[in-house]
């Protein structure tokens, strides 16, 4: 039980330590927590899912002469066994080439595509050191213009888009997308409490669960999140089952 008073009194910290960030009209949170590169974040993200960091997704500096080890090459020598294309897709990386302010391109993790009705999607996602600064952005929101394969992020300027690296079949409306997305980012945030998969997520009234085990904080058995509509919470089981503010998961 003190254990899981820990872990509630964790999850206050980071929510008091999200903050909201303006950049022209549209707003995006700011985690405090060290993501480090825009690279390094993508692929830690990539891994949580269960890629494989060296084969699916290796360093950079050694494809580039400059040395600049630009996240502009992602596109080229990352492949996650999903192929890459010009649409976007959740849980995919959305790559953006070199251009004025990103010198050596950036990468986002797609989470959620929409259509505006006027050729452009909103993308919804995160990323690291969009500023210089080295912070998880959450919540945040791109214009893709797919015409012309230039993205604003933000409401900011317009970068060109090289492509999208698949994590997954490329369909908006792939059964448990969202779902899997919220789970594998849970397991990574709090991987001491919930521990290790146990077995394949499956479906089962109202929600989709994931089994776990050996977390080594706690004693954590299963989480779940909601199916029909917009997750705010994640279900865990501790003794009973208990909730936890989706936003500490990002």
């Known amino acids: 039980m003190f254990a899981a008073l820990?872990?509630?009194?964790?999850?206050?910290?980071?929510?008091i330590g999200i903050a909201c960030v303006l950049c022209a009209s549209v707003s995006a949170e700011i985690l405090y927590t060290k993501g480090g590169e825009c690279v390094a974040y993508a692929r830690a993200q990539m891994v949580a899912l269960g890629f494989n960091?060296?084969?699916?997704?290796?360093g950079l500096c050694q494809f580039d002469n400059s040395e600049t080890c630009g996240a502009y090459l992602i596109y080229q020598h990352w492949d996650l066994g999903f192929g890459k294309g010009a649409q976007?897709?959740?849980?995919?990386?959305?790559?953006?080439?070199r251009d004025t302010g990103v010198s050596v391109g950036h990468v986002a993790v797609v989470?959620?595509?929409?259509?505006n009705g006027d050729g452009t999607k909103t993308l919804v996602g995160t990323d690291s050191?969009?500023?210089?600064?080295?912070?998880?952005?959450?919540?945040?929101?791109?214009?893709?213009d797919p015409a012309n394969m230039?993205?604003?992020?933000?409401?900011?300027?317009w970068h060109p888009v090289l492509g999208f690296v698949y994590s997954?079949?490329?369909s908006t409306t792939n059964a448990g997308t969202t779902t899997d997305a919220i789970i594998s980012q849970c397991l990574?945030?709090?991987?001491?409490?919930?521990?290790?998969?146990?077995?394949?997520?499956?479906?089962?009234?109202?929600?989709?669960?994931q089994l776990t085990t050996g977390g080594s904080l706690g004693a954590v058995r299963a989480i779940a999140v909601q199916l029909r509509i917009t997750p705010l919470v994640v279900w865990y089981y501790w003794d009973g089952w208990r909730t936890l503010d989706l936003r500490a998961c990002y």
Do not use: C
Not at 88 to 97: K, T
């Open 88 to 97: 976007p897709g959740p849980q995919s990386l959305m790559v953006i080439g």
């Open 111 to 115: 989470q959620q595509v929409s259509d």
């Open 168 to 170: 997954r079949a490329n």
């Open 150 to 157: 230039r993205a604003s992020r933000e409401g900011g300027p």
């Open 188 to 209: 990574w945030r709090f991987a001491g409490y919930f521990g290790n998969r146990q077995g394949a997520a499956y479906d089962s009234g109202e929600f989709r669960y």
């Open 53 to 58: 960091a060296y084969t699916q997704m290796p």
């Open 6 to 15: 820990h872990l509630e009194q964790r999850v206050r910290k980071l929510l």
């Open 129 to 144: 050191n969009a500023k210089g600064d080295q912070m998880i952005y959450t919540d945040v929101h791109w214009v893709f």
